[in-house]
């Protein structure tokens, strides 16, 4: 987001100013002689120029301001008043306590809060007169830009309002940003924690067993879902920032950043692949919500990040494109090998990047079965906007949550299904194309035979086939992961709902 485009809105004269500033005079003396109280609080914002109310500054005066109701009770309210306007917004709190342990409890506000710098929060007792720092014994309040006394720099008029409004504008971004970052990464993490903690899981690392999977354990994914939540943040941030660049653009930036999520995954895991192709889905949904939300607030409408989604996976198709060119150039017996080591993930965020022991130019597995098969995988299902997910995975989740299953068998299920459905790498990659398409028929029976009472036993009988098979749906589990992902979204407030009838048709990809 651009910092001028944050403070936008009416500005207000100089005139209208004044006024307001009598009706706040006459609404304080009025709330004082109420005999109510025996202190009032005021709240404001302190905005710079002649635009006083913005989308940001409008949501923080809010925020703060429930803030207040739930904290200024602990002194008793009297009375309150709320007032918004174009010259600024605006409350009143007439309290039943003394003015001094008020006023401590607001500064601890003003000195502690991301945007305490912008808050007014100024309290007076029945006489009218305004409680001062120097009256607790405390220093006077910081200059936005240079950190001395505000009343100096104020009076000496040291800096220009230009500067001025680039500072407040920079902390409503980053308090915003920020805020909506943690949300994003928590939902993705979630996602990640949740998808490996669903039990049973048929051929998956689990709380039960390893599947098909002698290299990594439960707590292996769980390091490797710490190490990522810095870089989801990462991923949001770098779709805010730069949302007035191009799509290809800001891939490119989520493509540097996923390399160096994948290195902190491999780290974390001493050279496992547990999360690659979740670091991929997850830069990409990640990026979008930073980009759709800079220019909206909460929640965000499910088809526009949707569609986000689409356009920065799209990019990453060229990457297929030329390996496909590359591989026309040779014969079919040189340019695969279906038999490399293999792991859950199938898709990395470059071609380039890969575990330490592999060789510079070996190939994803991803990659290996869209040579061989021309299924696009992780990056298919990207630039399509994750129909696996939210047009299998997630309904499938409501559905049995509907049913009043419980999160974790829900989700269970909700693999089942996606498993019925989809083309998944990993199967072809581990058992073939007639195998992998067999194990989908399979799933498909057994949907329509499984009862509440049955479905823990029908899993568990096939996680048992699916070890000895030496099967593993790794792309299910990422696409279940997804899935729990957008569930999360939907449920903190985030996103609006995702209604599958209402999203383009479009064919679920292979994955």
């Given amino acids: ?34 005999g109510d109280g025996s202190c009032l609080v005021e709240f404001s914002l302190n ?16 925020e703060e301001l429930r803030e207040l109701q739930e904290k200024l009770g602990h002194f008793s309210i009297k009375n309150t008043k709320i ?41 007076c007792g ?30 000496q008029k040291r800096h220009s309002m230009e500067l001025i409004q680039w500072q407040t504008a920079k902390l409503f971004n980053d308090h915003f940003r920020d805020r909506s970052a943690d949300l994003a990464a928590s939902a993705a993490v979630r996602g990640l924690l949740y998808e490996v903690s669903t039990t049973p899981k048929p051929g998956l690392v689990d709380r039960n067993n390893s599947g098909s999977h002698s290299d990594m354990d439960f707590f292996t994914f769980l390091d490797s879902s710490a190490s990522l939540i810095p870089w989801f943040r990462e991923f949001f941030c770098l ?57 909206k607030s909460l929640p965000l409408p499910a088809e526009e990040v949707l569609s986000e989604c689409r356009k920065l996976g799209s990019c990453s198709l060229g990457d297929l494109a030329k390996l496909s060119r590359h591989q026309n150039k040779l014969s079919p017996a040189s340019s695969i090998d279906m038999n490399s080591q293999d792991s859950r993930g199938s898709m990395p965020m470059d071609t380039k990047n890969h575990p330490p022991q592999a060789e510079p130019s070996a190939l994803s597995n991803g990659e290996r079965i869209f040579s061989a098969y021309g299924i696009q995988g992780a990056r298919g299902e990207a630039a399509a906007g994750f129909p696996s997910a939210v047009r299998i995975g997630l309904p499938a989740l409501k559905k049995w949550l509907a049913a009043c299953f419980s999160l974790n068998d829900a989700a269970a299920m909700a693999l089942l299904t996606l498993i019925s459905e989809v083309d998944d790498t990993n199967m072809v990659h581990r ?42 749906p790794g792309g299910c589990a990422d696409l279940l992961a997804v899935s729990l992902m957008f569930h999360f979204l939907e449920t903190c407030g985030m996103i609006s709902p995702v209604i599958s009838s209402s999203l383009p048709h479009r064919r679920p990809p292979s994955m």
């Fill in 47 to 62: 905005i710079a120029g002649a635009v006083k109310v913005f989308p940001f500054a409008r949501a923080a005066f809010r």
């Fill in 1 to 34: 987001m651009n910092l001028t485009d944050v403070i936008t809105g009416t500005p207000v004269t100089s005139e209208e100013l004044r006024a307001a500033r009598n009706r706040r005079i006459l609404k304080k003396w009025e709330l004082l002689s109420a």
């Fill in 431 to 472: 058992g073939g194309p007639e195998l992998a398409k067999k194990s989908k028929e399979q799933a498909k029976h057994l949907l329509s035979a499984v009862t509440n009472d049955s479905f823990k036993e029908i899993l568990s009988s096939l996680d048992e086939q699916y070890i000895a098979m030496h099967l593993s």
């Fill in 83 to 123: 007032c918004e306007e174009p010259t600024g917004d605006h409350a009143f709190f007439l309290l039943d306590s003394p003015e001094i342990p008020v006023k401590q409890f607001l500064v601890s506000i003003e000195e502690s809060h991301p945007l305490g710098r912008l808050f007014n929060l100024d309290v």
């Fill in 126 to 155: 029945l006489d009218g007169v305004s409680v001062k720092r120097q009256d607790l014994h405390l220093l006077p309040r910081t200059c936005l830009v240079c950190g001395g006394d505000a009343n100096t720099c104020l009076a």
């Fill in 239 to 295: 779709g805010w920032d730069h949302a007035d660049e191009a799509d290809e653009q800001i891939f490119e930036r989520l493509r540097y950043a996923g390399q160096r999520a994948e290195t902190a995954m491999f780290s974390a895991t001493h050279g496992i692949n547990t999360h690659k192709g979740l670091v991929f889905a997850s830069a990409i949904l990640c990026g979008a919500l930073g980009k759709v939300h800079a220019g």
